[in-house]
C-alpha cells in the first residue's frame, strides 16, 4: 500500500506569514495520461474536510489564491502565501492513484502562535 | 448545487448491526463513485470503500475488506455503509464523499457510537 507521509505534524503560524506543508508518497502519483493524483484538503474545527487543491495544482472553486500546490512524483508542498486567522485547522494530503484504495497523509495541524 | 446529505448520528449497542446512508443531489448519481471515510476520535482520515453506482462496481481497502459492506441503490440516488455486527472500535465519524479522478464534495458526517 502507498504511505504518505507529512511534515511538520503541527505548525505554528502568525497571521500575515506565509506557511509550507510537505508531503511525500512511498510511489509516485504521476498516472501515464499526464496528471498527478494528488489532492489537499482543510478540516476546519468541527467541519467536514473540505477540497483545497486537486491533482497536484489546481484550486478547487472557491479557494482563496493564497493557497497554491506544487510537486511531482513523490514530493508535494501546499503553500500559504499570507496565512489568516480562518486558515486553521488540519490540513491533509490525499493519494486517488493507486489501488486498493486511495491514503491520506497522517495530517498537519495548523494554529495561530 | 452538489449536495451529499448523510442520515442522522447513532447510538448502537456491541453485536448490533447498522445501515447509514448517504443520498446525493445536485449532479448525475451513476456518474461519478461514491466513497466512505472513517474518522475516529481524534485521528485521521481513513477511505474505507467506494462504489460506482452506475455499475455498483465496489473496491475495499484492505484493512475494512470483511468488516462493512457498501452498496447503493441508484434509483434512489443513495449509497450505503452498512456493519453486521459492531465493534466499540467501530466508534467513529463517517463521511461519505463524491470521486471521480479526486475526492471533491463531502456529506455533512454520520457519527456512530458503538457502546454497550
Known amino acids: 500500500d502507498i504511505v504518505m507521509t507529512q511534515s511538520p505534524l503541527s505548525l505554528p503560524v502568525t497571521p500575515g506569514e506565509p506557511a509550507s506543508i510537505s508531503c511525500r508518497s512511498s510511489?509516485?502519483?504521476?498516472?501515464?495520461?499526464?496528471?498527478?493524483?494528488l489532492g489537499w484538503y482543510l478540516q476546519k474545527p468541527g467541519q467536514s474536510p473540505q477540497l483545497l487543491i486537486y491533482l497536484g495544482s489546481n484550486r478547487a472553486s472557491g479557494v482563496p489564491d493564497r493557497f497554491s500546490g506544487s510537486g511531482s512524483g513523490t514530493d508535494f508542498t501546499l503553500k500559504i502565501s499570507r496565512v489568516e486567522a480562518e486558515d486553521v485547522g488540519v490540513y491533509y494530503c490525499?493519494?486517488?492513484?493507486?489501488?486498493?484504495?486511495?491514503?491520506f497523509g497522517p495530517g498537519t495541524r495548523v494554529d495561530i502562535k | 448545487e452538489v449536495q451529499l446529505v448523510q442520515s442522522g448520528a447513532e447510538v448502537k449497542k456491541p453485536g448490533e448491526s447498522l445501515k447509514i446512508s448517504c443520498k446525493g443531489s445536485?449532479?448525475?448519481?451513476?456518474?461519478?463513485?461514491i466513497g466512505w471515510v472513517r474518522q475516529m476520535p481524534g485521528k485521521g482520515l481513513e477511505y474505507i470503500g467506494i462504489?460506482?453506482?452506475?455499475?455498483?462496481?465496489?473496491r475495499y481497502s484492505p484493512s475494512f475488506q470483511g468488516q462493512v459492506t457498501i452498496s447503493a441503490d441508484k434509483s434512489l440516488n443513495t449509497a450505503y455503509l452498512q456493519w453486521s455486527s459492531l465493534k466499540a472500535s467501530d466508534t467513529a465519524m463517517y463521511y461519505c464523499?463524491?470521486?471521480?479522478?479526486?475526492?471533491?464534495?463531502w456529506g455533512q458526517g454520520t457519527l456512530v457510537t458503538v457502546s454497550s
Open positions: 445536485g449532479y448525475s448519481f451513476t456518474s461519478y463513485w
Open positions: 490525499m493519494q486517488a492513484l493507486h489501488t486498493p484504495l486511495y491514503t
Open positions: 462504489i460506482y453506482p452506475g455499475d455498483s462496481d465496489t
Open positions: 464523499v463524491r470521486h471521480k479522478e479526486y475526492t471533491d464534495y
Open positions: 510511489q509516485s502519483l504521476l498516472h501515464s495520461n499526464g496528471y498527478t493524483y
